[in-house]
């Protein structure tokens, strides 16, 4: 795809409504004139190149803007980047009238190379597919699912501490080999620089509830890795009359008339019915459920626990809720939101640029081009066809057919461009003289072996001497 002078209109009208929301946060100052165009160039160049990396937006744009002046603007100009964010998410929120809906937390990794030393906050990472370990960097993820539309709200990246990871690891070792616990290392003390994936996902929703008090959250889901006391209390501060919904191991250990049992052992002794339960308010399915409020010892109070499992499933989740007045059904149907996160970071991975090449470095260079890449995300909201969509209350249109809508007026404004030239055939060899000269740049070729040296592949005269003794 190629980019024009004139970016796509509704990029452009989200940065103005961008500009005017930023003025009202008392920011220092608006976006000049070419601020607002090299960010809708940029989120331009991001849909048409699905990457963050001046280089390829120079080239899709025939050298309109140079990669280095690019950089320059990304990393020296006074925009102010922590404002853009919030302000687009209050920008989205009113022009669809959101006033309540449900915030689901996750977390996802971004594979990096190697032997990177220069990108932001990169660490060792279990790779689920080869069992291995990898290198990337880890992200805390906050979503806002409403009746209508489901966007990013919070996002923060997270690095566990070095020092702590040495010490598990030789902790682990030690305890293997039957060290006794006096003999071992002490834990290091806690870093503030360092915060868990829960007090991140915390601080996520603290920042939300402080921007954004009016909106009505009626439920926080999350998956099981903030199952625990820590999490469920530390967003009762913000929001004490929503619902908490998350999973816990079949491990933990509940309280039955005085008895404490594993919550597995407590369900296989109380199986539970089939329940026809509707996923996203989507089609209905049957599960096999069943319910009980009991004391769960990690969490010292009594809690509702559900055993769920869909079918062709062997063995039971537990989905835990901190409200006991919630029906079961109901619990449920919330929990199946969670997935929707996957979703937007399945989109976000695949379409939005941040994941799939961007090598900015330093901590300026990830958050900012974290921010242009959940920018994108926010601005297809304002395409005029996804709008229509939710106006007549039809289903809306996916990231993909947007970007591709995206590039294809793209393209046409481009082809405009040269055809209301003065002279539109000298345009036309203006721009593949310049796509010539400089973007064309042809490589050799590693796999044939023309032009190279393919040394003697034949007998030697001097050593058939070698073959006759042999």
Known sequence: MVIGKNIVPFITEFIDALDDALSQHKSPKRLSTTQKYWLAFCLMGILATKSVCWAKFERVSFGQYGAAALSWVFHHASIPWKLLLRCSVGLILNHYGITQGTLVIDDSDNKRSKNTTKIWHV????DKASG????????????????TITLPVGIEF???DPDYTVWKKVHDKLKKNGIPAKQRPPKPAKKDEFPTKIEIAISLVEQFHACFSDIKINCI?????YGTKIFFSGVSKFYPKAQFISQIK???NVLFRNRKMSVKNYFLKRQGGLQAIRIRGGKEI????????????SHGK????????????EEYRFIIASDLTWRTIDIVEAYSQRWLVEVFIQDWKANEGWATLTKLQGEKGSRRGMILSLLVDHCLFFHPDQIARFENKLPALTVGCLRR???????????TEIIDSEDPREELDRKFSIMKENFLNFENSKKHMVARVIGNMGPTESLKYKEAAA
């Open 123 to 126: 660490h060792k990472l279990k």
């Open 132 to 147: 291995g370990y990898v290198m990337g960097q880890g992200l805390v993820f906050m979503v806002l699912v409403t009746p």
């Open 158 to 160: 997270y690095m566990p």
């Open 221 to 225: 889901a999350a998956d099981a890795l």
């Open 250 to 252: 079949k491990t933990q």
């Open 286 to 297: 049957m599960a096999t459920v069943g319910s009980a409020r009991l004391h769960v010892c």
């Open 302 to 313: 009594k809690i509702f626990v559900i055993a769920l499992k869909y079918e062709g499933e």
């Open 405 to 415: 809508k995206t590039n294809l007026e793209s393209l046409f404004l481009f082809i």
